[in-house]
């Protein structure tokens, strides 16, 4: 054993741990949700304020929540994937929850891009989201026929994850059902 | 190799204390009123206690970012609706995680995050005493008469 054997290993095995380290993303929370009942809400609809949108309205069915703001430049990179996904075939519903937001400009915002969602709650002053536990967004959330939260999205959506994560989940819970 | 045992022996020693601290006073926290003090002193005391999700490293008391400013309205509303720690921290912990609390609870989860000073300083103290043990060992024995005689007359020249 030679007298730099051990400081030698003391140094080894700080560099795995900090290349481990830097591995991992330390804004990505494992969300407490997953697995659990999705927070019901009923809210207004951005394009047809006179109703609600209800997540009762949901049940028995695989969908996605969406939460997004015109003021949001990360809502931008992942709309134009979130257009393809409605458009699909046998796409998932994608519900739209626009997070405290002026409601003209949302509606504008939809205009100029498109607009990919069946619905579009309005969560003005942010409650619904604070029940979601939304720290960033555009966040998503996969919901299954229970409403039970599946999958948890923080920030723009990417082809990846998509294959990798939803498409995945969404093929499993329709062959359960 | 000694230095270093010292310095592992003093991040060990450190790094207790330094994770018990909790985030500083109030600063940035907007001025709201309670129906009794111990309403306001519960205020006060979750807003240290949980965690900024977006800014590094500030308490909800630290910080302006737009999210601290509403799960400061959300515990304002859960404090005025008389509702307790325990409550509140299950609400939070229910949608954020173990990670929003600043001090987080001893589970199986957080068991390293939590024994891992004591491991260090244990640790460190071994190899201290193992360093030690060692080089006093060697000083008994390591000297033959010969030797000993020699180092005897080298003095004596010195000496002289």
Redesign the interface.
């Known amino acids: 054993m030679n007298r730099f054997t051990a400081p030698l290993w003391v140094f080894l095995s700080l560099i795995v741990l900090l290349g481990v380290g830097l591995t991992l993303n330390p804004r990505e929370l494992p969300s407490p949700l997953l697995g659990k009942p999705a927070p019901s809400f009923a809210l207004p609809r951005l394009l047809a304020p006179q109703q609600n949108f209800s997540t009762a309205q949901m049940q028995g069915q695989v969908w996605l929540l969406n939460v997004w703001a015109s003021w949001c430049a990360a809502c931008v990179d992942e709309h134009a994937l979130l257009l393809r996904l409605a458009r699909a075939e046998r796409a998932v519903p994608i519900v739209g929850l626009n997070y405290k937001d002026d409601p003209a400009q949302a509606s504008a915002w939809l205009q100029t891009l498109g607009n990919p969602y069946a619905y579009i709650a309005v969560d003005r002053r942010g409650e619904v989201s604070l029940d979601y536990g939304v720290y960033g967004v555009p966040e998503t959330y996969l919901i299954d026929q229970a409403g039970r939260v599946r999958v948890k999205q923080v920030g723009p959506l990417t082809a990846e994850i998509v294959e990798h994560s939803l498409r995945p989940w969404i093929q499993k819970l329709r062959e359960e059902a | 190799?000694r230095r270093?045992i010292v310095i592992a022996a003093a991040v060990a020693v450190g790094m207790g204390p330094a994770m018990l601290l909790s985030a500083s006073a109030a600063s940035t926290v907007e001025v709201v009123s309670f129906a009794t003090p111990q309403q306001e002193n519960l205020y006060r005391k979750m807003l240290t206690e949980l965690r900024c999700?977006?800014c590094a490293n500030q308490s909800l008391s630290d910080s302006n970012a737009?999210?601290a400013k509403?799960?400061r309205g959300?515990v304002q509303k859960m404090v005025a609706h008389g509702q307790n720690r325990a409550a509140i921290v299950a609400y939070m912990?229910?949608?954020?995680?173990e990670?929003i609390l600043y001090r987080p609870r001893f589970s199986g989860a957080t068991l390293l995050l939590w024994v891992s000073p004591l491991l260090l300083l244990l640790l460190g103290l071994a190899?201290a005493v193992r360093l030690v043990a060692r080089k006093s060992s060697r000083s008994e024995t390591a000297y033959s008469a010969a030797q000993l005689q020699k180092v005897g007359a080298l003095l004596k020249d010195e000496l002289n």
Do not use: F
């Open positions: 190799m270093a999700l977006v737009e999210l509403d799960l959300k912990t229910n949608r954020y995680g990670y190899a």
